[in-house]
């Protein structure tokens, strides 16, 4: 009976101590994984913004405050990674935090960018094709003129130049 | 010269005003090819030269290089900067197959850079904790812009070089919106370090 209640007693105090270092030990692991998820949130966020940057440039949006504006969440999420790898898992949320709302900013402010600048462009180029056809088409006009008039100038000189012909 | 042979000039000369005329629309249309394509990556000296780099670093001391990019990419890019830590033994990024070096980055920078443009920050690093025992020395901590990482780094005494040899090295990734993933960029420059005195 003695020995059974020793076991038990045994049994109970090794369970607790198990449950205390899961205890202390899941908090730590949980916050690090928290940490990490939002690293992962934050740089595909920062990702997101970059592409939709480069689409409006590439549509012809002058990007240069979009990119200073993204240069700032970039730069907080860079100082968010380095925080983790000191294992300073607070800096890393809060900068990670502050770094999300500026990506979505931008990721925001580029799509109407981008959607004025294929408008622009679109237009400047039909503006052009309809400035080339006319030019193209006044410059071929021209062209005929004084193609004819050459023309003209060309046969009268070679019928004056011709001898006349009398009838006897 | 016969009509025919005028009429030819003409029609020659219509082509060719054609042409001209109509070369802005068709730079919109007829994409040429641009140039090389490739983004540079420098590390100069405290004094923004390429001269005067640190190499014997003693523990306790601030050293400083200026690291900078540049892109020729022909549209902005999204450039990580990783900076690793590593000994003589170590591997370097290899750059026949454009693979990084192994070793875990310890600070890294985020930023773009619009085309023909350069990207440039100070760096400042020191190390502590250090020891030389002998043959044997190792930096334990090794702090980048008032960042401290714990790195535990040993290296042996180089007798070739005469060194305890650590280096500083500077890998450049990019991020590529097809992928929509950051890749090693296969560029790398390297600071080699000299731990002389423990502090």
């Known amino acids: ?168 | 010269m016969k009509l025919e042979g005028y009429k030819l000039v003409f029609v020659a000369v219509g082509l060719i005003g054609v042409l001209l005329i109509a070369s802005p629309a068709l730079a919109g249309v007829i994409r040429l090819p641009g140039g090389e394509q490739f983004s540079e990556l420098y590390l100069l000296g405290p004094d923004n030269m390429a001269a005067n780099y640190p190499f014997n670093i003693a523990a306790g001391q601030n050293y400083s290089v200026y690291v900078g990019v540049g892109n020729h990419l022909g549209s902005s890019a999204y450039y990580v900067l990783y900076v690793k830590f590593g000994n003589q033994t170590d591997q370097m990024p290899n750059a026949t197959p454009g693979t990084p070096s192994i070793l875990q980055p310890l600070y890294e920078y985020r930023f773009s850079i619009q085309d023909s443009m350069n990207w440039e920050s100070p760096l400042t690093f020191s190390a502590s904790n250090a020891s030389i025992s002998g043959n044997n020395s190792q930096i334990n901590t090794l702090q980048i812009n008032d960042v401290a990482f714990n790195v535990d780094k040993p290296a042996m005494w180089d007798s070739n070089s005469t060194t305890f040899k650590y280096q500083l090295l500077f890998e450049l990734w990019t991020y590529n919106s097809q992928s929509s993933a950051i890749s090693y960029n296969n560029r790398y420059v390297n600071l080699s370090l000299n731990l002389t005195k423990t502090g």
């Open chain 1, 1 to 168: 009976m003695v020995s059974r209640c020793k076991l038990s007693s045994v049994s109970l105090l090794a369970i607790l101590a198990l449950s205390i270092c899961f205890l202390n030990v899941y908090p730590a692991v949980a916050q690090a994984d928290q940490t990490a998820s939002k690293l992962q949130v934050a740089s595909s966020a920062v990702e997101h913004a970059f592409s939709a940057v480069l689409d409006a440039e590439k549509a012809g949006a002058n990007v240069t405050s979009l990119l200073d504006q993204y240069n700032g969440a970039a730069d907080l999420l860079a100082q968010a990674e380095n925080a983790y790898r000191t294992g300073d898992n607070h800096t890393a949320v809060n900068d990670a935090d502050a770094a999300l709302p500026i990506a979505q900013q931008v990721t925001t402010a580029a799509q109407p960018a981008q959607e004025s600048a294929s408008t622009s462009a679109q237009t400047a180029f039909w503006t052009t094709v309809a400035f080339t056809v006319e030019a193209a088409i006044v410059f071929v006009l021209v062209l005929f003129l004084v193609w004819r008039r050459f023309k003209r100038s060309y046969i009268n000189s070679l019928s004056d130049a011709k001898p006349e012909v009398n009838s006897q």
